[in-house]
């Protein structure tokens, strides 16, 4: 398997052996897919964008007081190649990376452009997975049935993820239509913290923990952060969760459950900053380390 050298990969590793294929516990996988886009266009730059900027991301992790790369190679894939593929055989296509890579014991880090990529994980780590949960950090609950009449939109893929009767917990949620708020409270395998409430619940960490099963796997929409710490998003949303409150939670759920894989998806990039790439990289390296050392944290 091909991966990126030095000046290209995430973090800029030049250890050889510290990001080749085969000695790589974590391999980076980017999926530019944008077809769905319905406010703001760019997030098929996002990946990119986040791979350049972990370069300037410290290989020391402050929190950890660890070097997380020595302890957990990172190898970077080229970029999926989706010519012309759209809807349901670009999902097929990443389902179909994304278990090759299960099957040759990786842990998968997926970069995306829009959320719909996200179900193609999903479908391979779900039957790597059997019984997994999906934990969904995000502004909006993409539960509609379909958008602009496609089921394969951006705001349709945790109703897709629904439809394989996987149990989804959401955190943050903040914008919704009537049917998704009517189909969070009929379906018994979705539990959604909206952000107006759980600054009023102390516990809500905990609760939402334990609504989680032993197998987990993460997707984090840029936009569940509030837009004074992601801006770069294609459909930003007024008060979203803080960086702090956020790793306390992901540290929580590394520590107390089995995060088997992990997508961020929807940065698109602004011009003449990188605060959103660059904070974005130093998530996905922090939840790198709470994972490597979740018998430590």
């Keep these: 398997m091909k991966t990126l050298s030095t000046e290209f ?35 098929s730059k ?7 900027a972990s370069r300037f991301v410290e290989f020391y992790d402050e929190e950890l ?9 990172v190898a970077t894939l080229a970029p999926v190649d989706f010519k012309n593929t759209v809807d ?11 278990s090759k890579l299960i099957r040759d014991g990786k842990f998968v880090v997926s970069l995306g452009a829009e959320h719909t990529v996200t179900l193609g994980l999903v479908k391979a780590h779900a039957a790597a997975y059997p019984g997994m949960s999906v934990l969904q950090i995000d502004a909006h609950s993409d539960l509609r049935t379909s958008y602009h009449g496609n089921i394969y939109s951006h705001a349709s893929v945790m109703a897709r993820v629904h439809d394989l009767g996987i149990p989804l ?3 943050g949620i903040r914008a919704q239509c009537k049917q998704e708020a009517d189909l969070i409270r009929s379906s018994p395998s979705i539990t959604t913290y909206y952000a107006h409430e759980i600054r009023k619940n102390r516990y809500w960490v905990d609760e939402a923990v334990g609504k989680l ?3 987990v796997y993460v997707t984090i929409d840029a936009d569940g952060f509030d837009p004074s710490v992601i801006p770069a998003v294609g459909t930003a949303e007024p008060n979203g969760l803080f960086w702090d409150e956020t790793l306390r939670f992901l540290r929580k759920v590394a ?5 088997i894989g992990f997508d961020v998806v929807e940065c698109a990039p602004m011009e003449g900053q990188a605060l959103s790439e660059y904070t974005l990289a130093k998530l996905v390296y922090r939840l ?3 994972i490597t050392f979740r018998d430590k944290i």
């Design 9 to 43: 990969n995430f973090l800029g590793i030049e250890e050889t052996d510290l990001y080749s294929y085969e000695k790589a516990k974590f391999v980076i996988q980017s999926l530019p897919y944008e077809y769905t886009s319905s406010y703001l266009q760019g997030s």
């Design 46 to 52: 996002g990946p990119a964008a986040i791979i350049e």
């Design 65 to 73: 007081g660890e070097e997380t790369y020595k302890s957990s190679p």
């Design 88 to 98: 349901a055989a670009a999902v097929d296509l990443i389902e179909q990376s994304t």
């Design 169 to 171: 917990c959401q955190v």
């Design 213 to 215: 099963n032993e197998n």
């Design 255 to 259: 520590k107390k459950k089995n995060i």
């Design 288 to 290: 790198m380390g709470y």
